[in-house]
């Protein structure tokens, strides 16, 4: 019989995994609507990473009560869940930052794309393990 499930491959979405791995998307939220303009939040959200755009709605200045944009970001740095800035008249503003979209980390290998459970390296560690108590066990056995 054959299964209809569609069974996605680690090839299939490498380029994509790839690509998101270096990108998070985030909220500024409740942020003063006057630091809702490109320049400000390029300023802001640089304090994260790089903005590569904004959501249309942030973009076309629409009513929210947050900002939301793709961010280019290094592996391995910290993602803040607030930033600091200087306002326009010189008050430091603790900012809360949310992350909608966080490249998934391997807490076992540090890698990114996959989590720990799915993790190869530990399939492999393990495997090797169970290898060596099954000769332990057959030593003493004997
Ligand atoms: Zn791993």
Same mark, same amino acid.
């Given at each position: 019989?054959?299964?209809?499930?569609?069974?996605?491959?680690?090839?299939d979405?490498?380029?994509?995994?790839?690509?998101?791995?270096?990108?998070?998307?985030?909220?500024? !939220?409740?942020?003063?609507?006057?630091?809702?303009?490109?320049?400000?939040l390029?300023?802001?959200?640089?304090?994260?990473?790089?903005?590569?755009k904004?959501?249309?709605?942030?973009a076309?200045?629409?009513?929210?009560?947050?900002?939301?944009? !793709?961010?280019e970001?290094?592996?391995?740095?910290?993602?803040?869940?607030?930033?600091?800035? %200087?306002?326009?008249?010189?008050?430091?503003?603790?900012?809360?930052?949310?992350?909608?979209?966080?490249?998934?980390?391997?807490t076992?290998?540090?890698?990114?794309?996959?989590?720990i459970q799915n993790?190869t390296?530990?399939?492999?560690?393990?495997?090797?393990e %169970? %290898?060596?108590?099954?000769?332990?066990?057959?030593?003493?056995?004997?």
């Amino acid at each position: 019989m054959q299964s209809n499930n569609v069974k996605i491959t680690l090839d299939d979405i490498k380029e994509e995994v790839a690509y998101w791995n270096s990108t998070i998307v985030c909220y500024v !939220l409740g942020v003063n609507p006057s630091l809702m303009g490109q320049v400000a939040l390029t300023k802001i959200v640089g304090l994260i990473g790089k903005p590569v755009k904004a959501d249309s709605a942030t973009a076309t200045r629409q009513r929210l009560i947050f900002a939301r944009v !793709l961010v280019e970001v290094t592996l391995n740095q910290p993602l803040p869940n607030t930033i600091m800035f %200087e306002n326009e008249i010189g008050c430091i503003v603790e900012q809360k930052v949310e992350y909608e979209w966080k490249p998934i980390l391997c807490t076992h290998c540090k890698n990114y794309g996959h989590e720990i459970q799915n993790c190869t390296k530990v399939a492999k560690e393990k495997g090797e393990e %169970e %290898e060596r108590k099954g000769k332990q066990q057959d030593l003493a056995g004997q």
